[in-house]
């Protein structure tokens, strides 16, 4: 397993904490998936390579077979804590991670060779 691996380990870890510490009742947890670890990972490293967040479209992960989907982005946060507390601390990117229709998560992180920042992106989807 690589360091990357461990990294997106985490931040899985951390989104499914979050939808058990959140609420008195427990949400189910969010399933790796792995065509949407991929998704991620290849929008990650798309935003990286061009040094610019931006969104993907949403339709390219309901076409991996999902009713719903939503997608996280963010950049510049050192570790999966920072990157986590930004997303809980904005209102939408919370109520993407404490969705309970979501069944499913992919991650990815890639560093900006430009800049050194890291592009994060997280896919929800509901099947």
């Known amino acids: 397993m690589s360091k990357?691996?461990?990294i997106l380990d985490d931040?899985?870890?951390k989104h499914n904490?979050?939808?058990i510490n959140r609420f008195l009742w427990k949400r189910n947890p969010l399933r790796k998936n792995d065509e949407l670890m991929q998704h991620a990972?290849?929008?990650a490293y798309?935003?990286?390579r061009q040094n610019r967040l931006y969104h993907g479209d949403i339709f390219k992960i309901m076409d991996l077979g999902f009713s719903s989907a939503s997608e996280n982005i963010a950049h510049?946060?050192?570790n999966t804590t920072?990157?986590?507390k930004s997303w809980m601390l904005s209102?939408?990117?919370r109520g993407n991670i404490l969705n309970s229709s979501f069944t499913d998560i992919g991650c990815g992180v890639e560093m900006s060779q430009e800049s050194g920042r890291l592009f994060w992106c997280v896919c929800f989807g509901a099947k």
């Open 46 to 48: 798309n935003m990286a």
């Open 91 to 93: 209102p939408g990117h």
């Open 4 to 6: 990357k691996d461990d």
């Open 41 to 43: 990972q290849e929008w």
């Open 17 to 19: 904490e979050a939808r």
């Open 11 to 13: 931040l899985i870890f």
């Open 82 to 84: 920072e990157v986590m």
């Open 76 to 78: 510049g946060q050192d």
